[in-house]
């Protein structure tokens, strides 16, 4: 079928406007994700058990350690291709910053993890709700920049990311996002934290997600030869969340396989989604 130039434009047109709505709602859905986790504090009235805990944090890490291959460091490297055998260095550039960065940020960013009694980073007079939510946000800022990081491989226009490969990110990471809502809203309610003021801490905990994709689209955008480092970067911090904060916390206690079993859950419902959507 022949379309005019009048035609194409205007299907152009429709093309980025439905790119533009798509985007919109990839960057919305993890934040929904951390919401529906946090609305958990007002129907049930227990805490989350050890297990259950378990079970939510390995699942969490294998959902990012997928992502972090298939969405971030693949699409990275095919992105520098024109470099031949050198393809991998602006993807090993990246990697290594995001570690570097998140290793930073632990380390000056006054912060409290879930479950523990001693906060890390500088020290600080802040209060112990306000150092939970510091260290929720420490976890989330990496998982916002790819989101942004992708969706800004979408805009880009040259197949490298499409959106349903962008998509795909922003639902698994989502996914992930639902347990990790919970168990941030809990302990703030056994802090002594209304449930309203749990759930409202715990939904703008994950408000970082949006604000971080839209930095890295900004950034992507002005300066597109960094978006292969972006995806990179993003990947390394996601990684760097998984070894020093979701695999202790999933193998601590008592030995128990359920955190592993998790994990594989996670990491396999990432890599179906990443091929079947």
């Not at 205007?10 to 093309?15: A, G, N, P």
């Not at 095919?78 to 632990?106: C, H, K, N, Q, T």
């Not at 990110?169 to 749990?198: C, T």
Request: aromatic fraction near 8%; charged fraction near 15%; hydrophobic fraction near 55%.
């Amino acid at each position: 079928m022949l379309y005019t130039d009048v035609e194409w434009m205007h299907l152009l047109r429709m093309r980025k406007r439905g790119n533009s709505l798509g985007i919109f709602i990839g960057l919305m859905v993890p934040l929904l994700g951390t919401t529906a986790g946090a609305a958990c504090v007002f129907f049930l009235k227990k805490q989350i058990t050890t297990d259950v805990q378990r079970i939510f944090v390995g699942f969490a890490a294998g959902v990012m350690v997928a992502a972090s291959i298939w969405s971030l460091l693949m699409p990275a490297m095919e992105m520098s291709d024109e470099r031949g055998r050198w393809s991998v260095l602006p993807a090993l550039a990246g990697f290594l910053m995001g570690i570097g960065f998140l290793l930073l940020a632990d380390v000056l960013v006054p912060h409290l993890h879930v479950g523990s009694a001693e906060p890390e980073g500088r020290k600080s007079r802040l209060g112990r709700t306000a150092m939970l939510i510091f260290a929720v946000t420490i976890h989330n800022l990496p998982e916002g920049a790819a989101c942004g990081a992708t969706f800004a491989g979408v805009l880009r226009g040259d197949g490298a990311v499409t959106l349903a490969e962008a998509m795909t990110l922003a639902v698994g990471i989502a996914i992930q996002n639902i347990p990790e809502g919970a168990i941030i809203a809990f302990p703030l309610r056994s802090e002594g934290n209304s449930r309203g003021r749990a759930f409202l801490y715990g939904t703008l905990s994950g408000v970082v997600e949006p604000v971080g994709a839209l930095l890295a689209i900004l950034l992507a955008s002005t300066m597109t030869f960094l978006l292969p480092y972006l995806l990179a970067f993003a990947a390394g911090a996601m990684l760097y969340v998984v070894v020093d904060e979701l695999i202790p916390e999933a193998a601590e206690g008592r030995h128990s396989n359920l955190g592993t079993i998790a994990f594989a859950a996670g990491f396999a419902l990432m890599m179906v989604l990443d091929k079947v959507l």
